[in-house]
């Protein structure tokens, strides 16, 4: 099947369908790898592009695939075996292709079960990991800087802005 015309194809690790099925709220099989263990959804052209916030704050762990030129589809009666086949789940109506609210469960999941989201930077529309951002002093008045006002934003987007790093160990860790 051409993908990136019709459809676009979601991908993940294999534990991550494994939680999609233990979790229950999505109606929608997917498909296994069973030689790299990943999961994949087929989803409708440009679906995630109608919610692209939520599908960068897990794109550390979830792709989304628009430009493979070909992806192999079992036949949807293949449900077992050591190739690509199908796995559905309790309560399945009968389609095969996810819709853009896939991201919601997939987010739960991977929170789970790889690690947090992503937040957004401050200061740029890109994902911001935890262990990637500094805090940094923005002031709200240009009179008076406030106690307690600081924001999280990336390095590079701070040394753009000329803003200092908030003394005392600005760069963050992880929560673990």
Partial sequence: MRIGKFLDVVE???????AMLALGTTPVPHIVTPD????????PRDAAN????PWARISR???????VTEFGVPGTDLTDGPGLHWVYPDGW??????DEWLVEDLAVCTLGHLG????????CPTPLWPEDGVRVVR???PLRTLPGNTIRVHPHCARRRGLKPRPGGAQLRAAR
């Fill in 61 to 67: 762990y979830v792709k989304v695939r628009t430009s």
């Fill in 93 to 98: 109506d009968g389609g095969h292709v996810a």
């Fill in 116 to 123: 947090p989201p992503a937040q957004r930077c401050e200061l």
């Fill in 139 to 141: 002031s709200r008045s």
């Fill in 50 to 53: 109608r919610r692209p916030w």
């Fill in 12 to 18: 993940a690790p294999g534990i991550i369908g494994t």
């Fill in 36 to 43: 790299d263990h990943t999961a994949h959804w087929l989803l």
